[in-house]
């Protein structure tokens, strides 16, 4: 989890509903044909449509598919000084499927339809000491 | 009016220092004409393409400045179906008697990486490890074994069958044997694909010679006919690589379109198809493109896969070359690879990976980002 002591900021703020009480993200809803996108676009690629009101995304959902990132990747990728592998998944938040990292990396404790949330993660440092964070999906805290 | 395939060449794929993709093209293209006994300055058009090594219209530098009409072609993994499908309508236009058609490439060793601006998605996407080919092809067939009971031991078996045919084509790039578990067992890249499981990015060259196939006896006596030959672009709900988002909506991806209508076109159904190369990304994608295309039905390649329908001496031969695994990917080569396979198949000189009993119809399909697909259907 990112340490609260240092600086933090999003990745791209343009993800995330802006002031929410907790981090949402930000998806686009088409007027016409109720297409919902992620991460907001202004016309919709199913109708063409040009009136695409901002809508918050479900902060949960379900796994729709998964895998781990075994490799480093290339530029433009930019993470920890010293890698590590992690999850990568689709999931269904009902009106939208969405492409996040996921926080989990053992592949032994991931399914399809697993529930999971939304939650922060941290993804690189900034050369000035700023911690950046990134959307994520963590499987689901049962109460 | 048909059009045949009279003439073929090949610069043998993999990796070979000190020779430009555009010097493996020229000796692609020379082979071919070769294989016509045709000269340059027979040819009376060209389509062409190379997605990193250059423009191919500049091979008339080496080939010879005869004031021919040669036309890029920039398609990406469609590249040598696309230069295919437009020197086939050239003569079927009756602007043209004899053209050609080349696909060649030289990438780097490693991981294709893209930058996200180019396809108008934000930094974060790359910044935060999204933007890899590799991860949309394991989250596909992850998904897919799990709905149609596909194992991974099926998965490995794809792989060792590609290493085992690699093995016995002059021509591939990988051509040492490699059995399912140490497939299995080698590196883990994205589960549930390991290291031997994906194609690496290579180089190589293909050319063919097409002429009117009424004039085809003057070149050989073997043509090949292009019976088929369609490209499609994907529809809204379709899952393609590079995708922040999906729609609940799903829709079937540009495969089953352009085979569908390939098949159409071409008045022949899977069932007729004696040997097949299909896209192989890696080896979950040529368990997934079986269905896709219609060569068989979603959740029953573990049965033919286990069987051994999908090797030489089966009754669906598929990638009887070794198909990208064992050859790589040099995305402007590769579709055209696949029809200079079918065509050696279709004239019996296919060596010592021969199908057996005399094919006499081959289907070819190639498939890319973003979302596009090319299918043909041979007959002699």
Same mark, same amino acid.
């Given at each position: ?14 993800? &995330? ?53 075994? &490799? ?24 939208? !499927? ?22 922060? !993660? ?22 | @009016?048909?059009? /045949?395939?009279?003439? *073929? ?66 398609? $990406? ?24 058609? *080349? ?27 999204? @933007? ?71 180089? $190589? ?64 159904? +899977? ?40 090797? *030489?001496?089966?009754?669906? +031969? ?11 990917? +040099?995305?402007? /080569? ?24 005399? +094919? ?21």
């Amino acid at each position: 989890m990112p340490d609260a002591a240092r600086v933090e900021r999003l990745v791209d703020e343009s993800l &995330f509903v802006p002031d929410a009480a907790q981090p949402t993200l930000r998806g686009a809803a088409c007027d016409q044909c109720g297409t919902t996108t992620f991460p907001y676009q202004e016309s919709c690629p199913r109708c063409g449509g040009t009136s695409m009101p901002s809508v918050p995304l479900p902060r949960a959902g379900t796994l729709w598919s998964f895998t781990v990132q075994n &490799f480093e990747p290339k530029p433009p990728y930019r993470g920890p000084e010293q890698f590590e592998p992690y999850g990568v998944g689709y999931v269904d938040l009902g009106p939208v !499927v969405v492409e996040a990292r996921l926080s989990e990396n053992d592949v032994e404790q991931l399914s399809l339809d697993l529930p999971v949330e939304l939650v922060l !993660v941290p993804a690189f440092v900034d050369d000035d000491g700023t911690q950046v964070v990134t959307f994520a999906f963590a499987p689901a805290v049962t109460s | @009016m048909k059009v /045949a395939i009279v003439g *073929i060449g090949i610069h043998p794929f993999g990796r070979t220092p000190g020779v430009s993709g555009r010097q493996q093209g020229a000796q692609a293209a020379r082979a071919a004409m070769a294989d016509a006994g045709v000269s340059w300055s027979d040819v009376q058009f060209a389509f062409g393409g190379s997605h990193s090594a250059g423009d191919a219209d500049s091979l008339v530098a080496d080939l010879g400045l005869t004031g021919v009409p040669f036309i890029n072609v920039y398609n $990406g993994c469609g590249t040598g179906g696309s230069a295919l499908i437009a020197g086939r309508s050239a003569i079927l236009s009756g602007q043209h008697d004899l053209g050609i058609v *080349i696909g060649f490439d030289k990438h780097p060793p490693g991981a294709f990486n893209t930058d996200p601006a180019s396809l108008g998605l934000g930094e974060w996407y790359g910044e935060t490890g999204l @933007m890899l080919t590799t991860q949309f092809f394991a989250m596909k067939i992850q998904r897919y074994m799990r709905l149609h009971g596909i194992s991974v031991r099926t998965l490995a078996a794809v792989a060792a069958k590609a290493f085992r045919n690699g093995a016995r084509n002059p021509n591939a790039w990988r051509r040492d044997p490699l059995d399912i578990d140490a497939v299995a067992a080698s590196k883990m890249v994205n589960d549930p694909l390991t290291q031997f499981m994906f194609c690496s990015p290579g180089e $190589g060259a293909v050319a063919l010679v097409l002429s009117r196939a009424d004039q085809a006896h003057r070149y050989t006596e073997t043509p090949v006919l292009v019976e088929a030959a369609e490209f499609r672009s994907r529809r809204f709900g379709s899952f393609e690589v590079f995708s922040p988002w999906l729609s609940p909506e799903s829709a079937p991806g540009p495969t089953v379109e352009a085979a569908r209508a390939t098949f159409e076109a071409a008045g022949i159904a +899977p069932d007729d198809i004696d040997v097949a190369q299909i896209q192989d990304t890696e080896s979950g994608a040529e368990i997934m493109h079986m269905a896709e295309t219609g060569l068989c039905k979603d959740g029953e390649q573990e049965e033919l896969i286990r069987r051994g329908a999908t090797e *030489i001496g089966g009754s669906m +031969p598929i990638n009887t070359d070794g198909g990208c695994l064992a050859n790589g990917e +040099p995305i402007g /080569a590769s579709g055209l690879r696949q029809i200079y396979e079918n065509v050696l198949q279709l004239r019996g000189t296919a060596g010592e990976r021969q199908v057996p009993g005399d +094919p006499r119809v081959a289907f070819s399909h190639v498939y890319g980002a973003p979302g596009i697909s090319a299918c043909t259907v041979l007959t002699r």
